[in-house]
């Protein structure tokens, strides 16, 4: 589905697609169910040996504990009624899942651009000052992983429009068309 922002509008709210977000539940809770079942066919496969045999439990608990976790992640969101992605005047507001909202004015974004992970694009925040913005967290977990994307893409912060009503190039647009007006103010 396309769906058209109003640039001028003074303040745009992005809600979380509950579609989508039931479907990403679904596939997180089909690879728990394969980690299950891997676990299951190594335990009770006498031909395997042992070496083969960890390697199978291995990969079946890790498929478990991190989809198990992002299907949590997913149960969260769909009951959650904030917007995934507000836009306004001020600035843009992320809201990351179960994590706190994140509120970048726009004097210290600097561009966006495309950014790829397997096959899921997300949009990179490059800020004016990266490093003051990283200091400033708090949360060491979320320290680090703002130094990783940083590091890995040059821009610390990311919106994943996978979970968002609408599609990726019309908020892309959007955040692109909204810098661009307040940075002719």
């Known amino acids: 589905m396309k769906i058209d922002y109003d640039v001028n509008s003074g303040s745009i709210a992005i809600p979380q697609s509950k579609t ?82 994140r509120f970048i004015p726009w004097d210290q974004i600097e561009k966006f651009s495309v950014q790829r992970v397997l096959q899921t694009k997300l949009i990179g925040v490059h800020l004016k000052n990266p490093e003051e913005y990283i200091e400033q967290q708090k949360s060491a977990w979320i320290k680090r992983n703002l130094k990783v994307n940083y590091k890995s893409f040059g821009a610390p912060l990311s919106i994943a429009t996978n979970s968002l009503k609408g599609n990726f190039d019309s908020i892309y647009s959007l955040l692109n068309n909204r810098l661009s007006s307040y940075n002719q103010i």
């Open 20 to 101: 989508k977000l039931v479907l990403l539940l679904l596939s997180s809770l089909a690879f728990v169910a394969l980690g299950l079942w891997v676990i299951h066919n190594v335990s009770s496969t006498e031909d395997l040996d042992s070496w083969h045999r960890w390697k199978g439990l291995i990969a079946g608990f890790l498929s478990i504990i991190f989809f198990g976790g992002c299907s949590l992640v997913f149960l969260f969101m769909l009951f959650k009624n904030n917007p995934g992605l507000l836009v306004d005047d001020k600035g843009i507001t992320i809201n990351p899942g179960i994590f706190s909202n």
